[in-house]
T-cell receptor, first 118, second 112 residues
Framework: EPEVTQTPSHQVTQMGQEVILRCVPI?????FYWYRQILGQKVEFLVS????????KSEIFDDQFSVERPDGSNFTLKIRSTKLEDSAMYFC????????????????FGPGTRLTVL | LAKTTQPISMDSYEGQEVNITCSHN???????ITWYQQFPSQGPRFIIQ???TKVTNEVASLFIPADRKSSTLSLPRVSLSDTAVYYC?????????????FGQGTELSVKP
């Protein structure tokens, strides 16, 4: 079964440094998402991306965050200047449009990248 | 978006059937119900989705009464590996590409 993959699985960085989290969505999917989960808390939506532009973003997704689909397979989340409070699990997800009788809103998540900001 | 309410935690034993009920009193006509499962340090995983009546797949069953104000996820004969957090989400079936809003979920603990 096709899967969403993410790299790295764990990223440690110093406060103020830039990080790029990478994701390879399922190949025939057209919608892409980033979520994050701070330890012990809920999964929170960050941003959705379709047709090479942001569809929706949350209040968390401020100017320090950006997303890009640099080629036909990768989807990246960049944090320009990391803060301590950015430490969390970051999940990438993707969904297709109305495929195989399912609603297009069914999202498939990757295993996550654990970001630790020191 | 319809608000959902589900128990914070549940305990069960191996081999038992587990039913987790979610309330969504303000569900709208176009909303469908989706359940996700999350193991520790992993991403949420889609389990099942339904609009009304009963849906069954290889993992679980989803029971939705006629008024659709609640739904019950049924896990038959649970094993230790079913220990996870289970989330009930309600969303517009026409909303392609929309964000998912997760609550706290139900933390299911299966004991030997």
């Amino acid at each position: 079964e096709p899967e969403v993959t993410q790299t790295p699985s764990h990223q440690v960085t110093q406060m103020g440094q830039e990080v790029i989290l990478r994701c390879v969505p399922i190949s025939n999917h057209l919608y892409f998402y980033w979520y994050r989960q701070i330890l012990g808390q809920k999964v929170e939506f960050l941003v959705s991306f379709y047709n090479n532009e942001i569809s929706e973003k949350s209040e968390i997704f401020d100017d320090q965050f950006s997303v890009e689909r640099p080629d036909g397979s990768n989807f990246t989340l960049k944090i320009r200047s990391t803060k301590l409070e950015d430490s969390a699990m970051y999940f990438c997800a993707s969904s297709e449009i109305g495929g195989r009788g399912r609603s297009g809103d069914t999202q498939y998540f990757g295993p996550g990248t654990r970001l630790t900001v020191l | 978006l319809a608000k959902t309410t589900q128990p914070i935690s549940m305990d069960s034993y191996e081999g038992q059937e587990v039913n987790i009920t979610c309330s969504h009193n303000n569900i709208a006509t176009n909303d469908y119900i989706t359940w996700y499962q999350q193991f520790p340090s992993q991403g949420p995983r889609f389990i099942i989705q339904g609009y009304k009546t009963k849906v069954t797949n290889e993992v679980a069953s989803l029971f939705i009464p006629a008024d659709r104000k609640s739904s019950t996820l049924s896990l038959p004969r649970v094993s230790l590996s079913d220990t996870a957090v289970y989330y009930c989400l309600v969303g517009d079936r026409n909303n392609q590409g929309g964000k998912l809003i997760f609550g706290q979920g139900t933390e299911l603990s299966v004991k030997p």
